[in-house]
Structure formats: structure tokens, C-alpha cells
């Protein structure tokens, strides 16, 4: 089956940096895929990673292993405003459509 | 921008009733997409449409249809809502040959 983990809760510090870990088996894999959803809100993109390596984009960096079928989200100097849920997302295959899995999400609550 | 539309953000129905919940994007967008969003359930894809007039079934098609007769518009439609189908709706595109998806900012359906 198709199963994507990643952790409930996370609780931070303002201007430290917290790493959101993501777990995933799937029947295949074309890229993976981490959005921000503030509440109440459209989740919008952040990263995508289809090779092994650190993508980094500003504060925010994302990390894939597809051996271990693993990626992590780092958020740095976080600010107030990063509280919000981290969706992880799977292409599982290359389909038409571009079809995507997405694990339940992490809510990240940012403390002064 | 991309931007994608969904016709109310808010929308209480009762059991029984046909629900119609129509989502248009601006991007001439070839992939569409429909949603639910529960707690601890995380996103989950009902249908999905990557021409006009094509469907596909997603995770959770059971008490639902989709119509898409113009590139620009997808509709999800109940055929008779029951109080399970309480949910956040999101709609989604994405351009053919690229894998981010955008979102829109959700109709939340109540079934009483």
C-alpha cells in the first residue's frame, strides 16, 4: 500500500531552526513535495526534491533520501508567522495527472 | 498569478440534498483536481482530470461525480450529501508537465 508518516505536533522557538521529519512507502516514486498551510488557508508550495540531495531555498531547506525513503523539511530562524501545518506529498508514479499523496501533515506551533 | 476560484467558502446543506461545488482556475491549466481535507486524515483525492471532459477516480470517489466540459472548471458534485461528506473541500491545478499544484482556498461543507 501507499503510506506516508510524518509527526502530528511540533513546538518550536522563535529564531531556532526545527527539522520536520517524512517517511514514506510507496509503489514508486517520481518526487516528493512539502507544502505550508496556514490555518484556514490554501496549502501553498514550498519545496520539491526528485534526486537525493538538500534543496535550500532561503530559511527553508529540504532534504530527500529515496533509498531510505526519507525527507525532512529544516525551517531556520523561525519566526511567528511559521506557525502553520507542513504537508508532505508523494508522486508515486509517473501517471497523467501528476497525482499526489499526501501524509496527514505537521502542526508547527512557533513560541516567543 | 495562478489563481483558483471556488464558488463559496462556506456552505451548509442537508442530508439528501444534490451539493454542487464548482472550482475555476485562470492558468490554462491542463490537471485538476478535487480533495477533502479531515483531521488526522490529511488530504485525500476524491477525482481528478487531466483534459477536458476526462476523469479520473482518486482514493475516495464513493458519493461523488465530477464534471469538467471547459478547461477551466471542475465540478464536484454530491448526489445526495449525507453528514459523512462534512469536510474542507479543496480544489487544485497544475500545468501538464509540472508537478506543483495549486490550490484553491476551499469551501468548507457542513451536512446537517
Known amino acids: 500500500g501507499q503510506n506516508i508518516d510524518q509527526p502530528t505536533e511540533m513546538t518550536a522557538t522563535e529564531g531556532a531552526i526545527v527539522q520536520i521529519n517524512c517517511t514514506y512507502q510507496t509503489s514508486g516514486f517520481n518526487g516528493l513535495f512539502w507544502y505550508q498551510q496556514h490555518a484556514g488557508e490554501a496549502p501553498t508550495f514550498l519545496s520539491y526534491n526528485v534526486l537525493d540531495g538538500l534543496e535550500e531555498k532561503g530559511r527553508f531547506s529540504s532534504f530527500l533520501s529515496r533509498s531510505k525513503g526519507y525527507s525532512y523539511l529544516l525551517l531556520k530562524e523561525l519566526q511567528m508567522k511559521d506557525s502553520a501545518s507542513y504537508l508532505c506529498a508523494v508522486r508515486a508514479t509517473y501517471n497523467q495527472g501528476g497525482k499526489l499523496i499526501f501524509g496527514q501533515g505537521t502542526e508547527l506551533s512557533v513560541k516567543p | ?112
Open chain 2, 1 to 112: 498569478d495562478v489563481k483558483v476560484t471556488q464558488s463559496s467558502r462556506y456552505l451548509v446543506k442537508r442530508t439528501g440534498e444534490k451539493v454542487f461545488l464548482e472550482c475555476v482556475q485562470d492558468m490554462d491549466h491542463e490537471n485538476m483536481f478535487w480533495y477533502r481535507q479531515d483531521p488526522g486524515l490529511g488530504l485525500r483525492l476524491i477525482y481528478f482530470s487531466y483534459d477536458v471532459k476526462m476523469k479520473e477516480k482518486g482514493d475516495i470517489p464513493e458519493g461523488y461525480s465530477v464534471s469538467r466540459e471547459k478547461k477551466e472548471r471542475f465540478s464536484l458534485i454530491l448526489e445526495s450529501a449525507s453528514t459523512n461528506q462534512t469536510s474542507m473541500y479543496l480544489c487544485a491545478s497544475s500545468p501538464m508537465d509540472h508537478y506543483e499544484q495549486y490550490f484553491g482556498p476551499g469551501t468548507r461543507l457542513t451536512v446537517t
